[in-house]
């Protein structure tokens, strides 16, 4: 069975500071890893995919993500955060053979302060 | 249309009522899933249609949770006899085929009182 967990329900940086948003998965077939972004009182906007090409794949937003197969990680990073980037991050993994289904981790909010 | 569309965006339904969410997918869009997202949670999923067929209805909480897509486009999720633990938001999103991005609509939240 497919699992997510992102490390982390909130996390703070400073405006400019590096963006580091943990995510770990667990599953028994190559998996497809999704990250969403989720803006207040919104539905969820995809940021970026992999689906077992690049190894590093980039977003939208300077948004990019590092699939490690070693770690069973798919951490989420921006060089400089943005005052906009503040929001709620879902990792979340694809699931083989159930039309695509996703299982969602718990969410980390991302606070950007001035 | 140019993404997926939920209505309403918000209800409120007295405990015991009968709720139906309407969910407009993108156009063309093969694969349609509901999802369940309670406050402070990711999202869970509640089924799954490949064009008219509901292929996966393994995430419904109880009977009281029915969604149908008699056309093979818009889905209905119905609720009935509303509970207290049916407040949430009900997000819909499609895809342009199985395992392909899913793209979400805004949602709906549901609150009963």
């Known amino acids: 069975a497919q699992s997510v967990t992102q490390l982390g329900s909130h996390v703070s940086v400073s405006e400019g500071a590096l963006v580091l948003l943990r995510c770990n998965y667990s599953s028994s077939v190559p998996p497809y890893l999704f990250w969403y972004v989720q803006y207040p009182n919104q539905g969820l906007q995809l940021l970026l995919k992999?689906?077992?090409?690049?190894?590093l794949v980039k977003g939208i937003n300077d948004f990019e993500a590092e699939f490690k197969k070693s770690e069973t990680s798919f951490h989420l990073t921006k060089p400089s955060a943005h005052m906009s980037d503040a929001a709620e991050y879902f990792c979340a993994v694809s699931v083989e053979n159930q039309g695509g289904k996703l299982i969602f981790g718990q969410g980390t909010e991302l606070s950007v302060k001035p | 249309g140019a993404g997926v569309s939920q209505s309403p965006r918000y209800k409120v339904a007295k405990r015991g009522q009968d709720v139906a969410l309407r969910c407009d997918p993108i156009?063309?869009?093969?694969?349609l899933f509901w999802y369940q997202q309670a406050l402070g949670q990711g999202p869970e999923f509640l089924t799954y249609?490949?064009?008219?067929?509901?292929?996966?209805k393994s995430g419904l909480p109880s009977d009281r949770f029915f969604a149908e897509r008699p056309e093979g486009s818009v889905s209905t999720l119905k609720i009935q006899r509303t509970q207290q633990e049916d407040s949430a938001v009900y997000l819909c999103?499609?895809?342009?085929?199985?395992?392909?991005?899913?793209?979400f609509g805004q949602g709906t939240r549901l609150t009963v009182v």
């Open positions: 156009s063309g869009h093969v694969s």
């Open positions: 992999y689906t077992s090409a690049a190894t």
């Open positions: 249609f490949q064009n008219e067929a509901q292929l996966d």
């Open positions: 999103a499609s895809s342009l085929a199985p395992r392909q991005s899913s793209f």
